[in-house]
């Protein structure tokens, strides 16, 4: 019988693999080739972030038009915009990407946007990041709710096929969008706030009610929001783990908001307000750890499908109903 690293490099060989999100900033091409890292983890799908509501929403379009030209030029990444397009990647060797945005500022309040994001490869976009936006809260900000211009983007969110995602949300603003949205919602990255009480992570009754409409809840590896700056895959296990106790493995997946620069800062003390983020700049767990987080949910007791479906599983299922 395999001990449970041995097994946990094996589920690891043989699953889809899917990291929901990568949180660096695009700058040029050089930020780009940092996507080796993924793909040297084993990563066969990763959601890379584009744009978020700190940088004009003019810098979106510029940075997918610079990731969708050194995309091209790959030999073994590749942008897909289907389930059976992952999944073909994923049989020829090939990482798969797809892009999002965090915070719908990159709408610039035109509805139209959010077709037109797709089209150029978006497929998961969060409402709002940590401030509050034209269409709702953020969690670091006076929750104001979702708006009548949220609602509306939800809708359309709805029909073209892409992830809602809650992530650096407001609480009521979340609750209000599961209500609304006619498909699965998701927490790319999002920990549980009673394994580690942070306002950007998220309380019992978010996760759950994203489980009950058949969304999907990512565990990140930041360390502020794990706790104690502590980016062991140990520690991810436990957040992992404390969603499988409250939600049902079936709702489990991985965020880990991996950034290779320091380009971020965190020096803007509006998104990042200091007694949130006391220590500056972030740890964060890397994408090699997931063959050892593997066998940590394996002591854990889990089962081995069960961690397959954490792996990437999980969200390719909420994918294929979500994505046109």
Same mark, same amino acid.
């Given at each position: ?118 089209? =150029? ?24 709710? =979702? ?37 699965p919602v998701v927490f790319s990255h999002s920990n549980p706030r009673v394994v580690h009480d942070h306002e ?45 106790? =409250? ?78």
């Amino acid at each position: 019988m395999l001990e449970n690293n041995q097994l946990a490099n094996v589920v690891h060989a043989n699953s889809l693999v899917w990291d929901a999100h990568a949180g660096f900033e695009l700058i040029d091409e050089r930020d780009l080739k940092t996507l080796s890292v993924w793909r040297d983890a084993g990563v066969n799908y990763l959601s890379v972030n584009v744009g978020y509501d700190v940088r004009h929403w003019s810098t979106t379009v510029k940075n997918l038009a610079l990731a969708r030209r050194w995309i091209d030029k790959q030999a073994d990444i590749v942008l897909v915009g289907t389930v059976a397009e992952l999944d073909a990647a994923h049989a020829a060797g090939l990482m798969a990407i797809t892009f999002d945005i965090e915070g719908m500022c990159a709408l610039n309040g035109s509805i139209d946007m959010v077709k037109f994001y797709y089209d =150029l490869g978006v497929r998961q976009m969060a409402f709002a990041y940590n401030l509050n936006n034209a269409v709702g809260g953020g969690c670091h900000d006076k929750d104001i709710g =979702l708006t009548g211009f949220g609602r509306e983007v939800i809708g359309e969110m709805n029909n073209v096929g892409m992830f809602i995602d809650c992530s650096h949300t407001g609480y009521r603003t979340t609750m209000e969008a599961m209500e609304v949205s006619k498909a699965p919602v998701v927490f790319s990255h999002s920990n549980p706030r009673v394994v580690h009480d942070h306002e950007r992570n998220i309380w019992d009754d978010q996760a759950l009610a994203c489980a009950a409409g058949g969304g999907v809840v990512g565990v990140n590896g930041i360390g502020v929001f794990l706790g104690d700056d502590d980016v062991s895959s140990a520690t991810m296990a436990k957040h992992i783990m404390y969603y499988v106790h =409250l939600i049902g493995a079936g709702h489990v997946g991985i965020g880990i908001d991996y950034e290779i620069s320091d380009s971020s800062g965190l020096d803007n003390t509006d998104f990042w307000p200091p007694e949130q983020y006391p220590g500056g700049a972030e740890s964060c767990a890397a994408p090699s750890q997931l063959p050892e987080i593997a066998a940590n949910l394996l002591a854990e007791g889990l089962k081995e499908e069960e961690v397959v479906g954490i792996f990437g599983g999980n969200f390719r299922r909420v994918a294929k109903e979500v994505w046109a």
